[in-house]
């Protein structure tokens, strides 16, 4: 087990035909109080190198959370560096999963040639993006060249070749249901066949349920729930407005026109999560772009307010990062530069909570009489990519 801890799902279909689910982990909570009393900056190298997944994203709000409490203003270009590792790796994330999920729940063999020309890319442009490993440092000054990061990325073409069978542009203008059917056909690519054999099988809204997006949350907000003494219940079963809420590919994609369109048919079932993750492909590249571009006209790159959390609470900070896996938020305190205490609030905890809509996803999917294990299995790998599991079918 890794130290990230796994899920255990039990799902079961009552004599009436109910379904019924239930979700379990075995996350180790406590794993923070290990930096208690550690010195802040031994804190952030050693963070990231704990985490098997998403280990950029953790290293990237460490740094922030932690500048934050001791007050240090990063500049609006190592912001960006950040901002595009943690692009990157997720995209790593995404492109691996379809190399690899994908075609196992075809029943086909991952194909090991495009995994590496993932993995030698996704290097390729953390290398460019911070060769001297000094971005995730607390006060790291980074920079972006331009010409080269320009080179280096292929994305476009890795995204066309092993996911959409056809120009971002081509896929970026498909706005409906039928839209996505037609591309479906062309079976050329995995995630083609995948929702071709979703619509052919009638799982399009498999696990459809109410589901609440995470909306936006201020620091001086979080601050308060992360830094408490009720912190350990809060960041097991998190609730905002005593409400269980998701952030995942579905919270970040409604806003695209073919997902809005798929809510509307499908909810958040099968279907729509699937194009969610694809649209987040293949708008990776253009939002590399946009932070760049950004960065040249120096605007200021998307990022919580810097000066409100520590403002506010000195000695104490919050960062939200969002990761492959949804919105991870890190909470620090600090003392002398010492830590006191540290909080890290994942997104498997919001997106898999007890009562929020997975489950009850799980639940509608739990419901049916037949290949239920196939479709929750599905189903919960396109809520989160990496998330470890056991699944238990009754």
Not at 21 to 40: E, N, Y
Not at 54 to 59: F, I, P, R, W
Not at 243 to 254: F, I, N, W
Request: hydrophobic share 45%.
């Amino acid at each position: 087990m890794g130290i990230e801890g796994r899920l255990t799902i039990d799902l079961d279909r009552a004599a009436d035909g109910a379904g019924r689910a239930s979700i379990s982990s075995s996350r180790p909570l406590g794993l923070t109080k290990a930096f208690l009393g550690k010195s802040v900056h031994e804190t952030v190298r050693t963070l990231p190198i704990l985490f098997s997944v998403c280990g950029v994203a953790q290293g990237a709000a460490a740094a922030q959370a932690c500048e934050r409490a001791l007050g240090i203003e990063t500049n609006d270009e190592t912001q960006a560096v950040r901002q595009l590792l943690v692009l990157a790796e997720s995209l790593r994330e995404h492109l691996i999963r379809t190399a690899i999920d994908w075609p196992r729940f075809l029943g086909l063999e991952a194909k090991k040639r495009e995994l590496l020309r993932v993995m030698r890319l996704c290097e390729g442009l953390r290398q460019t993006l911070d060769p001297q490993r000094t971005a995730l440092a607390i006060a790291g000054a980074a920079s972006i060249d331009a010409a080269r990061l320009a080179a280096d990325m292929e994305l476009d073409c890795l995204i066309e070749e092993l996911v959409l069978g056809e120009p971002i542009t081509e896929w970026a203008a498909r706005r409906t249901a039928d839209d996505l059917k037609s591309w479906s056909q062309a079976a050329t690519t995995p995630a083609q066949q995948l929702v071709q054999a979703v619509l052919e099988r009638g799982w399009a809204d498999a696990g459809r349920a109410e589901t609440h997006f995470l909306p936006h949350l201020a620091d001086a907000e979080l601050i308060g729930r992360l830094l408490c003494e009720g912190t350990e219940a809060f960041v097991a079963a998190p609730t905002w407005d005593g409400v269980p809420k998701e952030t995942s590919a579905l919270a970040r994609q409604t806003g695209n026109p073919l997902v809005r369109g798929l809510m509307h048919t499908c909810g958040s079932g099968l279907l729509t999560r699937i194009a969610a993750r694809i649209a987040e492909i293949a708008d990776a590249p253009r939002a590399m772009a946009r932070i760049i571009e950004r960065c040249r006209e120096k605007e200021s790159v998307e990022q919580p307010a810097q000066g409100g959390a520590s403002a506010s609470a000195p000695g104490r900070g919050v960062a939200q990062v969002e990761a492959a896996r949804g919105r991870l938020v890190h909470g620090v305190e600090i003392e002398r530069d010492v830590v006191r205490r540290y909080a890290i609030l994942a997104p498997t905890e919001w997106n898999f909570h007890a009562r929020g809509g997975a489950a009850r996803g799980l639940v509608e999917i739990a419901s049916r009489q037949h290949e239920t294990r196939q479709i929750a299995d599905l189903f919960i790998t396109a809520i989160d990519p990496c998330v470890g599991y056991e699944l238990r079918v009754q």
